[in-house]
């Protein structure tokens, strides 16, 4: 996934989309077709990460509504944004975008990371029973 991870320095974001050439490889790691979502991460998180199913024309946004630093494509296929001591990393994967809060050492009991969500309309949000956030159109 690295090779379609292109940082857009006029703009400061990061954007990674599939090539429809490329069909055979992608549907190889996950079943999908190749040109199954884009993702637009700006260097600075507060605008908003958005992950778009190409398909359906779906887009979706989350914002932290935390303080972070500016993001900084790191290993490849990994956009990291620094939060004192603390990181917020977006893996690009063939099937998906993936998310961590990485805490490498105990700071408190509980730690809040707070997202504003931004969905279409007729599309909702809803909890699974392991506490991931599933989208439903």
Do not use: C, W
């Amino acid at each position: 996934t690295k090779d379609y991870l292109k940082q857009d320095q006029k703009e400061n974001v990061f954007n990674f989309a599939i090539p429809k050439s490329n069909d055979k490889q992608a549907k190889e790691h996950t079943g999908r077709i190749a040109d199954a979502y884009e993702a637009t991460l700006p260097t600075n998180a507060k605008k908003g990460i958005t992950y778009t199913d190409t398909k359906n024309q779906i887009g979706i946004t989350v914002i932290p509504k935390f303080r972070t630093g500016d993001g900084k494509k790191v290993d490849g296929d990994h956009i990291v944004y620094p939060m004192d001591g603390q990181n917020l990393i977006y893996t690009l994967k063939y099937n998906g975008l993936k998310e961590d809060i990485v805490v490498p050492k105990y700071t408190a009991n509980e730690l809040d990371f707070r997202f504003e969500l931004s969905l279409p309309s007729g599309v909702a949000a809803r909890l699974d029973k392991k506490g991931n956030i599933g989208i439903y159109s």
